[in-house]
């Protein structure tokens, strides 16, 4: 006799527990002993199997098996059951909730760790700046010295006209190799005075009655280099009275234009000023040098300068020749008698300090560099602490200075601005200036400003890294506002950060579900090569006995199948007893 048990499975469960495990039996032989075991079994037992076996030929597994071991084949046929997929969803949220958490403190890092960077990146561009004046202001304080010397080792005594021009030469070629758009003029003071500042340099109560029309001294004397950007001849400027006086007038003549060297000043008569058969000179008249030529007389008292020093002067208005422009003057005092830069020189010898040597630096190419450095749309600007004038600023567009034109005359004047002044035309630097001296330690003027960083709401500008430097190299004494938006720092981390989250909660999710379905795989592998194999064995132990029992025959074959509507996907699986 042979018995077959057909099974059709679904897409991923063999039996399922609604399905009908069916047995198929075909008669090969009849043995007495089959009615006498049927004979002797129960009535309604054996109507069934009896109808199963002669009749419809199917025995209901599901009616005759241990409900026990139907449950057990059906839970190993699925893998995936409700129960577990909703504890696996609850798994996948609280893994997508920790890479929602990791991505907020991952970005919070972000924030902080730019903020640290900002702050370096404005810590650079203060370097910048400092380096890139050192890199200006070091050669002028290395000519003032050298030509110091020089005229010392020469033997030039610079009190005098002679002594003066002796140092024309070099000081042009100075002019014309170094400065190039910078360059200005480099000019010698001696012998001159002005009682309405004391020796300290500070103004004192002879203001109303100082020496305003004259020098004070019967041998002042002054030699001065305009450097014009080309094609402009440059301009020689000085005394005219070779000797000294105390109102020597001021005559100016310029270079020969085709060999660019300085004409000869003594081809005019002494004491003729202009002679249009000789030259080009012309007569600009008395000019107040000490009081009026860029605070070199004040400053080499401030300072109290010795013999070598050198220092640069507070910031003023240049307009007498192009570009008119905010400029400083670098100063080195000078000595009778001169002793040059080595003081042990001279031990013991009286030494009057008699003027200045100064050379100019114009301020003009400040903000165009200031607009070159990479600020990351912030803005930069300078101020000058002992006046609180603005010099210059991130915007190369606006003029530093004021332009001024008399409503009556209609002539034209200029004046630094002062950078808390309430018209100030820039508003980023009006903001700054007004949270710097009002808002960030209370009240205070330029010389409490001190350096330091904060992160600063300024009007509608939003949020602004800001940070406060001080420049103070070669005794000048600026102090320096850079301003980086908050949001310009931030935005590629803004622009990036949800799309970063979208793609590490895929990420997260991905990973889950390829593991989970891993784990499916491998386990419904495990129990198809070990598990069932084993369980089907016992069913099918189990249901020949029951067999046996009602129809008193042992079957010498059975397989087992799940009576199913989809032909298309059963599969046949025989076992051999």
């Known amino acids: 006799m042979s018995v077959q048990v057909e099974e059709a499975a679904t897409n991923t469960n063999p039996i399922v527990s609604d399905d009908i495990i069916k047995v198929e039996v075909n008669e090969l032989d009849s043995s007495p002993s089959v009615e006498k075991d049927a004979t002797g079994s129960s009535p309604g037992i054996m109507g069934s199997a009896m109808a199963a076996v002669t009749s419809e030929k199917v025995f209901d597994v599901q009616e005759h098996a241990s409900g026990a071991m139907i449950k057990a084949y059906t839970y190993w046929h699925k893998p995936w059951r409700a129960w577990y997929l909703v504890a696996q969803a609850i798994g996948l949220m609280a893994a997508l909730l920790g890479s929602v958490g990791t991505w907020q403190l991952t970005l919070l890092t972000g924030i902080d760790s730019l903020g640290i960077l900002t702050g370096q990146l404005m810590d650079n561009i203060g370097l910048q700046v400092e380096e890139s004046m050192y890199g200006k202001m070091l050669p002028l304080t290395i000519f003032l010295r050298q030509g110091y010397e020089t005229a010392y080792l020469a033997q030039y005594d610079l009190t005098t006209q002679e002594g003066q021009m002796a140092m024309v030469a070099q000081n042009t070629a100075f002019l014309e190799t170094y400065l190039g758009s910078t360059r200005c003029c480099t000019g010698m003071f001696t012998n001159m005075w002005y009682h309405g500042v004391d020796d300290r340099g500070r103004e004192n109560d002879m203001m109303n009655k100082a020496n305003e029309d004259d020098y004070a001294d019967d041998k002042a004397q002054f030699n001065i280099l305009v450097a014009n950007p080309p094609p402009d001849p440059n301009w020689h400027i000085y005394g005219l009275y070779k000797d000294g006086n105390s109102k020597n007038p001021t005559v100016m003549e310029t270079f020969d234009p085709v060999t660019g060297r300085p004409k000869d000043p003594y081809r005019y008569p002494a004491g003729v000023a202009v002679n249009q058969s000789i030259g080009n000179r012309v007569n600009w008249g008395f000019n107040h040098w000490p009081k009026n030529d860029g605070f070199w007389y004040k400053t080499v008292r401030e300072k109290d300068l010795a013999e070598g020093d050198v220092t640069f002067s507070r910031v003023f208005m240049w307009d007498i020749n192009k570009p008119v422009t905010l400029k400083t003057h670098g100063i080195i005092p000078i000595f009778y008698p001169q002793c040059g830069v080595d003081k042990s020189r001279c031990p013991g010898m009286q030494q009057k300090r008699v003027g200045a040597w100064v050379v100019g630096f114009k301020l003009h190419f400040l903000s165009q560099y200031l607009s070159s450095l990479q600020l990351k749309g912030g803005f930069i600007f300078y101020v000058e602490r002992e006046t609180g004038n603005f010099i210059a600023s991130s915007d190369a567009k606006f003029d530093s200075f004021r332009t001024i034109v008399d409503e009556t005359t209609k002539k034209v004047s200029y004046a630094p601005y002062e950078a ?122 189990e249901l020949l006995n029951q067999l046996q029992a009602l129809t008193g025959r042992r079957s010498s074959r059975i397989s087992l199948s799940v009576a199913c509507g989809s032909d298309t996907q059963g599969n046949a699986a025989n076992h051999e007893l």
């Open 420 to 541: 808390n002044a309430t018209d100030f035309p820039l508003k980023e630097v009006k903001a700054r200036v007004h949270w710097l001296l009002n808002e960030r330690e209370g009240k205070m003027t330029w010389a409490d400003v001190k350096a330091g960083a904060a992160e600063v709401e300024i009007g509608d500008e939003g949020v602004q890294f800001i940070k406060l430097t001080s420049l103070t190299q070669f005794g000048v004494d600026w102090i320096g506002v850079i301003s980086i938006p908050w949001e310009s720092v931030m935005k590629e981390l803004n622009d990036t950060k949800f799309r970063t989250l979208l793609l590490g909660m895929l990420i997260v999710g991905g990973i889950k579900a390829f593991l989970e379905t891993f784990r499916a795989y491998v386990q419904t592998k495990m129990i198809k090569r070990a598990v069932i194999p084993g369980m089907r064995q016992t069913l099918e132990d």
